[in-house]
């Protein structure tokens, strides 16, 4: 090394051991936030849809695209409905992390409000939708169209498969128009083969819940012979139970050419939310509402663009980042850096700033420490000096001579920063002030 470059490196070598202390502790504070705030998400996520080709099976479908772009992968678990998803949800080995739950779908002897399950908000209306045959109703009503649920007893009627939100629904509404259960035939058929025995007459009638995009809904719209309840006491039904909603599907939404349906058909309708554990990491529940204003957002059957997704749940409790999106909107952050970057930045800066806010009355500490270091290295050889002049009675002249040349020799080899090389020539200088004393002796 140059001796010009001596004296900065030991000057920069001074400051960098006297600040490790802080840097330690930096570090430390840092690693112990980092732990508790946990602010990077799993990177695999299970997500709770329903039976295949229906509504959530679809919806699950388009998270996982939007998803992905942000390096999260979804994985989506198929099941036979609402019931059967907000049962994984309760237990905690199924894996499952969140998942679509229809409004009312929980039996209602069954409900634990310390299930510490969280809503994202209401994502969709899922009408309940009721098809019945013609000739069904002419043959048990003697007319074409079936008026009321009241009417029901003596029909064979799918109330959809163990599992999916629909039985439970439909048994609260056989209970509220005083229908003996036992004057109907219930079937718990799924979703496809109902419709199959639906179409060849082997039942009469078959109810399911679900968002208009599943395909079994827009076929059997539009299927000759197959007609689609009218629930004209809907508002009451709203009222009624606090997770219906009373909805239209308007003339000619199915198709308006055709003029599908021929009038407006008022419907029943809970509202699908997506329902999380309380142990689903922050920004992915943030990350999973700001998807849902893409997959929900749009215009359909039965909303206008914006009205989904929503903060209103009458089941659960919002959970924070949900009622943070609902609030302010995405993180600002996340309008303008990647996902992983702005989520650590919107996570830890609050704590970046407490320990810096720490640090910078303790680093006042370190030019004095840097400056006590340097010059204890000059100071503590005075104190030989004074041991040595005050042995000058005792010991012999030479002895003291080439004892003062060892500390001379060792204090050459000092170093110390320019700024306090006068010191340093100083404490030379005193030395040589001795030797001149024990020459003279």
């Known amino acids: 090394m140059r001796p010009l470059l001596r004296p900065a490196f030991s000057s ?13 502790l930096a570090l430390l504070l840092l690693g112990l936030a980092y732990w508790a705030l946990d602010p990077t998400p799993p990177r ?46 309760r237990n905690p080995n199924s ?50 169209t079936l008026e009321s649920l009241s009417q029901l007893p003596g029909w064979r009627l799918n109330i959809g498969a163990a599992g999916s939100g629909v039985p439970n629904l439909m048994l609260r509404l056989v209970e509220a128009n005083r229908i003996d259960p036992a004057t109907l035939t219930l079937l718990r058929e799924p979703q496809t083969p109902a419709t199959v025995a639906l179409l060849e007459g082997r039942i009469d009638a078959l109810v399911f819940a ?45 198709d308006l050419a055709r003029n599908v349906p021929q009038e407006d058909v008022r419907l ?12 689903l990491h922050p920004a992915l529940a943030q990350l999973f509402v700001q998807a849902a204003q893409q997959v929900h957002g749009i215009p359909g059957w039965f909303q206008r663009k914006g009205d989904f997704p929503n903060a209103r749940d009458n089941e659960r409790a919002l959970a924070p980042e949900a009622q943070r999106f609902y609030r302010e909107g995405a993180p600002l952050l996340q309008r303008y850096l990647p996902f992983w970057l702005a989520n650590l930045i919107d996570r830890m800066w609050v704590v970046l ?3 810096i806010a720490v640090l910078i009355p303790l680093s006042r500490v370190v030019p004095p420490l840097v400056e006590f270091r340097i010059r204890s290295r000059i ?10 002049e005050d042995a000058a009675p005792e010991r012999s002249r030479d002895e003291l001579l080439k004892e003062l040349g060892s500390i001379e020799t060792r204090v050459t080899r000092i170093p110390v920063p320019l700024s306090y090389a006068d010191e340093l020539y100083a404490l030379r200088s005193h030395i040589q002030m001795v030797r001149r004393r024990l020459e003279a002796s």
Do not use: C
């Not at 920069?12 to 330690?24: D, G, K, Q, S, Y």
């Not at 942000?70 to 019931?83: F, K, S, Y």
């Not at 029943?268 to 142990?279: K, N, Y």
């Not at 100071?379 to 040595?388: E, M, P, V």
């Open 379 to 388: 100071f503590r050889w005075y104190g030989q000096l004074r041991a040595l």
């Open 44 to 89: 695999h996520v299970v997500l709770a849809t329903g039976v295949e080709q229906g509504a959530y099976d679809e919806f699950g479908r388009r998270y996982a695209q939007l998803l992905e772009r942000h390096g999260i992968r979804v994985e989506l678990r198929r099941t036979a409905g609402a019931a059967e998803n907000l049962e994984l949800l």
């Open 210 to 254: 679900s968002a208009p995009e599943s395909l079994m809904v827009q076929m059997l719209l539009q299927t000759p012979g197959v007609r689609l309840f009218h629930f004209a006491q809907a508002d009451a039904y709203s009222r009624r139970f606090g997770f219906l909603s009373a909805v239209t599907l308007p003339r000619g939404v199915v």
């Open 12 to 24: 920069i070598r001074e400051i960098a051991r006297t600040a490790l202390p802080l840097v330690v």
């Open 353 to 355: 700033l407490s320990i």
């Open 268 to 279: 029943i309708a809970p509202t699908a939310s997506l329902v999380v554990r309380d142990s």
């Open 95 to 144: 894996g499952v992390d969140l998942a679509f739950v229809q409004g009312g779908a929980g039996s209602p002897d069954v409900e634990d409000p310390e299930d510490r399950l969280f809503s994202l908000g209401s994502m969709f209306h899922e009408p309940v939708w009721l098809f019945y045959r013609e000739d069904a109703a002419r043959r048990l009503l003697k007319a074409p």
